[in-house]
């Protein structure tokens, strides 16, 4: 995901020996561009977050949701800490097509960036708490009509039986899984 965009000066001034790489990728290349000039290239962070993943089983045994209340119970402070030593950046220099990067440390604008959108996810949360329970239900049911309808999306609700014994997937959509 793109953080933002950086001068050639600053990012020089940050990453001088990660920039001379930058540079020395693209004069060894064969791109028609490998002549620009440092300052005719476009400049900027680009970062990448690691999530934790879940099996269904993971799910099913409330693993998951253990995570999540652990998660919850973070003050602000210690969420911000945890996404930004989950995130990794790399300083991106491109012209046209050409595209060179190299991993830099993390730059003050990455904390900045996770301050100000967990901020708005608490926002957003305090938001939708303060709903009654039937907006509620139509924003979930308006997100989960506006998901099924992207490629590779399914909705699976798991459900018991009539026995009370059985777990059985079924689909939003009717369908069988």
């Given at each position: 995901?793109?953080?933002?965009?950086?001068?050639?000066?600053?990012?020089k001034k940050r990453h001088p020996e990660?920039?001379?790489?930058?540079?020395?990728?693209?004069?060894?290349?064969?791109?028609k561009e490998k002549n620009s000039a440092?300052?005719?290239?476009?400049?900027?962070?680009?970062?990448?977050?690691?999530?934790?993943?879940?099996?269904?089983?993971?799910?099913?045994?409330?693993?998951?949701?253990?995570?999540?209340?652990?998660?919850?119970?973070?003050?602000?402070?210690?969420?911000?800490?945890?996404?930004?030593?989950?995130?990794?950046?790399?300083?991106?220099?491109?012209?046209?097509?050409?595209?060179?990067?190299?991993?830099?440390?993390?730059?003050?604008?990455?904390?900045?960036?996770?301050?100000?959108?967990?901020?708005?996810?608490?926002?957003?949360?305090?938001?939708?708490?303060?709903?009654?329970?039937?907006?509620?239900?139509?924003?979930?049911?308006?997100?989960?009509?506006?998901?099924?309808?992207?490629?590779?999306?399914?909705?699976?609700?798991?459900?018991?039986?009539?026995?009370?014994?059985?777990?059985?997937?079924?689909?939003?959509?009717?369908?069988?899984?």
């Amino acid at each position: 995901m793109k953080l933002c965009d950086i001068s050639y000066e600053e990012a020089k001034k940050r990453h001088p020996e990660k920039v001379s790489s930058i540079i020395n990728t693209l004069r060894k290349s064969r791109s028609k561009e490998k002549n620009s000039a440092p300052e005719e290239l476009k400049w900027s962070y680009e970062t990448c977050i690691q999530v934790m993943g879940f099996s269904f089983t993971d799910m099913i045994s409330g693993k998951m949701r253990e995570a999540q209340n652990a998660q919850e119970a973070m003050t602000f402070e210690a969420r911000v800490e945890d996404e930004f030593n989950r995130t990794s950046t790399v300083l991106q220099a491109t012209r046209n097509r050409w595209i060179g990067q190299e991993i830099v440390p993390n730059p003050p604008e990455v904390r900045e960036n996770i301050q100000g959108k967990l901020k708005n996810q608490e926002k957003e949360n305090r938001e939708f708490e303060s709903l009654s329970e039937e907006e509620k239900e139509n924003q979930r049911k308006e997100a989960l009509e506006y998901l099924s309808k992207q490629p590779g999306f399914m909705v699976i609700s798991a459900k018991m039986d009539e026995t009370k014994k059985d777990m059985r997937l079924v689909r939003m959509d009717g369908r069988k899984v």
